[in-house]
């Protein structure tokens, strides 16, 4: 099981960080993503860090804002959130890679519950 927590209300220009951590597993071992769902919208991949370390973007909706990092020591991943902007406001998941695309929701196996990120204008 997967927990996700950091998401909140900020204005335009704001920044927030995300966090994933499991529960009763290692992270360092594994591939990581993070994606989104807006209302009335498909989930949408937003980055990704595999088990090596290599990141990954969604670059058209990121735009350089973004970060994902892991930190082994606590067992977390991270998602730093920049330069927020309306079309931001989704809900985040986190999600354990397990094979394939890491663009694609199915290459997933455990994912979290989400945490709402909402950013007014």
């Known amino acids: 099981q997967l927990q996700a927590s950091g998401g909140g209300l900020v204005q335009t220009g704001g920044s927030l960080s995300l966090s994933c951590a499991p529960s009763?597993?290692?992270?360092?071992?594994?591939?990581v993503g993070w994606f989104r769902q807006a209302p009335g919208k498909e989930r949408e991949f937003v980055a990704a860090?595999?088990?090596?370390?290599?990141?990954?973007y969604n670059a058209d909706s990121v735009k350089g804002r973004f970060t994902i990092a892991r930190d082994n020591a606590k067992n977390t991943v991270f998602l730093h959130l920049n330069s927020l902007e309306p079309e931001d406001t989704a809900v985040y998941y986190c999600?354990?890679?397990?094979?394939?695309?890491?663009?694609?929701?199915?290459?997933?196996?455990?994912w979290g519950q989400g945490t709402l990120v909402t950013v007014s204008s």
């Open positions: 009763g597993r290692t992270f360092s071992t594994y591939g």
């Open positions: 999600a354990r890679y397990s094979t394939g695309s890491y663009y694609y929701p199915r290459s997933y196996d455990y």
């Open positions: 860090i595999s088990e090596s370390d290599g990141v990954m």
